[in-house]
């Protein structure tokens, strides 16, 4: 099956923008890349509307990874990086919109992304397609708002 360009909107989506194309680490570039535009949308309409550009994301996300995935010949090829943005965006929107609240969200998260405690590792392994590509890391963020949040209630 041949490979989507560049420009095609699902590879813009999936990659998020190029970000996914960086070769080392992607899923981390792209957590990373979630943060400014997180900020933006929190600091211009509040964090419910931060929440539900993460579900949007998520949807569009099922869309643009099932396609990129399934034109690249990968169940879930590493360049796809719309699945961390989404996620850290359900976390932000969960914590308090600050410099603390951002660091213990994206450290939380990407523990979470990377170790895959059960269930996520069930999520991951039996869920296939763009949804299971996008909802591993859904599952991981709620691992990551409860990690984040105890830190917080400790620190108190």
Same mark, same amino acid.
């Given at each position: ?64 990874? +099932? ?45 979470? +992304? ?21 909802? +591993? ?20």
């Amino acid at each position: 099956m041949k490979e989507l360009g560049f420009w095609h909107p699902a590879t813009l989506i999936a990659t998020w923008f190029g970000v996914g194309l960086i070769p080392l680490a992607p899923g981390t570039w792209g957590s990373l890349a979630a943060l400014p535009f997180a900020w933006a949308i929190e600091r211009s309409f509040g964090a419910p509307a931060l929440l539900a550009a993460g579900v949007g994301v998520f949807l569009i996300g099922v869309w643009a990874t +099932d396609l990129f995935a399934k034109r690249s010949g990968m169940a879930d090829p590493p360049q796809a990086c719309v699945d961390e943005v989404a996620a850290m965006w359900l976390v932000l929107a969960s914590l308090p919109q600050t410099l603390l609240g951002y660091a213990l969200g994206f450290c939380a998260f990407r523990a979470a +992304d990377i170790l895959k405690p059960w269930p996520v590792s069930l999520v991951d392994r039996q869920v296939t397609g763009g949804l299971g590509i996008m909802l +591993d890391d859904a599952v991981a963020a709620l691992y990551a708002i409860g990690a984040a949040r105890l830190v917080l209630w400790i620190m108190k």
